[in-house]
């Protein structure tokens, strides 16, 4: 890899790797597959021929993550399906402030979780940093139609949340 890519590629883990790695942590659930996710995303931002030289670099690299992160949930759905046994959860013992902080977000994304598909993926690309006109763009959607996806997505976590015992 010649310097200006090597450059080029380390200004975009710098810029993007921890956003890509929080959409990835909540679309996959746990932190060793976001980081798997966030080397194959980085990997592939290496091998393209070139950066895109109209629209934003931003959603062009979320083009990839998000395609990344589906690929690996399927696969570790279908290693479930097939019996393998898959951890979900990473073992490592931390603090009783982790663990209680991790119990937090497994609730959060279990709620999460009762959104229909499409108002999850405008959640977590909001997670991620991700504008509105960047996930319209991810989307194939209007902006017009992400707000109002997004809008009925606050109501509903809302609702939700508000007949859990989740405290925020």
């Not at 996959?28 to 996710?37: I, M, Q, Y």
């Not at 097939?82 to 977000?105: A, I, K, M, N």
Request: glycine content about 4%.
């Amino acid at each position: 890899m010649d310097s200006v890519k090597r450059t080029a590629a380390e200004r975009l883990f710098k810029n993007y790797s921890e956003s890509i790695y929080r959409y990835c942590y909540y679309r996959l659930g746990n932190a060793e597959h976001a980081e798997d996710a966030v080397s194959q995303v980085f990997a592939k931002v290496v091998d393209a021929p070139a950066l895109p030289i109209s629209g934003s670099v931003r959603a062009w690299i979320f083009a990839i993550t998000h395609n990344v992160a589906v690929s690996l949930r399927r696969s570790t759905l279908t290693d479930l399906a097939s019996g393998v046994v898959v951890e979900l959860e990473d073992p490592s013992p931390g603090p009783f402030e982790q663990l209680t902080l991790d119990d937090r977000r497994h609730t959060l994304n279990d709620i999460v979780c009762r959104l229909t598909e499409e108002q999850q993926e405008v959640i977590w690309f909001r997670v991620a940093g991700l504008s509105t006109a960047e996930i319209a763009t991810q989307l194939g959607r209007t902006q017009g139609e992400i707000r109002t996806i997004y809008r009925g997505a606050c109501l509903r976590l809302r609702n939700l949340l508000a007949d859990s015992d989740f405290d925020a």
